[in-house]
């Protein structure tokens, strides 16, 4: 907890024959604060997101059946708090959580998603951006359901990424306080 500065960590993989055809992702936990991250020294990503987990798809960077060299640069000595004093004889930093490779079927998935009350319309706004080559004839519709109500939109043969913005009025809408801690799924 005293280091101040860079880590390095390196791990040889390999990737099984069975993901070929399947979307490859690198998965990281944590890593406090900022990274960097290359499979066979190709860059995969900058982040400085020391408090959740991201990934990222690295289907092009590695090879079915094949060992490849996963490295990480974790450089601690900015922490981006204005309290530096506290840290200054605590200092932790690295790859805090588990670093993952997975695979997932090709085609459309869901890239980023959230939802957000508009208490004057009583409704919910859900945020939907989808990624990767779709698939004719499969998904071809998308559905959110916020509590019992429901909204259905067909999706558009635009390339991806597409974001959709679905609005779903709450016939019995319960705004959130403090009072009454309402939470929606």
């Given at each position: ?9 390196r791990?040889?993989v390999r990737?099984p024959?069975a ?20 499979i ?17 798809d690295?289907t092009d960077l590695?090879v ?5 060299v996963?490295k990480f640069q974790v450089d601690?000595?900015?922490?981006g708090?204005r309290?530096t ?9 690295g ?5 993952e490779l997975e695979?997932?079927?090709m085609?459309?998935y869901m ?7 508009d208490?004057d319309?009583q ?10 080559k779709?698939?004719e004839?499969?998904g ?5 359901t ?6 259905e ?12 913005t679905?609005k ?5 809408f319960?705004?959130?306080s403090?009072?009454s801690p309402?939470?929606?799924?």
């Amino acid at each position: 907890h005293v280091h101040v500065g860079n880590g390095f960590y390196r791990k040889r993989v390999r990737i099984p024959a069975a993901w070929a055809g399947k979307r490859v992702w690198l998965k990281v936990g944590q890593a406090h604060t900022w990274a960097w991250a290359w499979i066979d020294d190709k860059p995969v990503a900058h982040f400085s997101e020391a408090y959740r987990a991201l990934k990222w798809d690295v289907t092009d960077l590695v090879v079915p059946g094949k060992e490849c060299v996963v490295k990480f640069q974790v450089d601690n000595a900015y922490t981006g708090y204005r309290n530096t004093q506290a840290l200054s004889a605590h200092r932790w930093g690295g790859l805090t959580r588990d670093v993952e490779l997975e695979a997932t079927p090709m085609g459309h998935y869901m890239d980023d998603a959230w939802v957000r009350g508009d208490f004057d319309r009583q409704e919910a706004e859900a945020h939907v951006e989808l990624a990767g080559k779709r698939v004719e004839g499969t998904g071809n519709r998308l559905r959110v359901t916020v509590e019992d109500e429901r909204k259905e939109i067909a999706l558009r043969s635009t390339p991806t990424p597409s974001t959709y913005t679905l609005k779903i009025p709450l016939q019995h809408f319960r705004p959130w306080s403090p009072e009454s801690p309402n939470l929606y799924t």
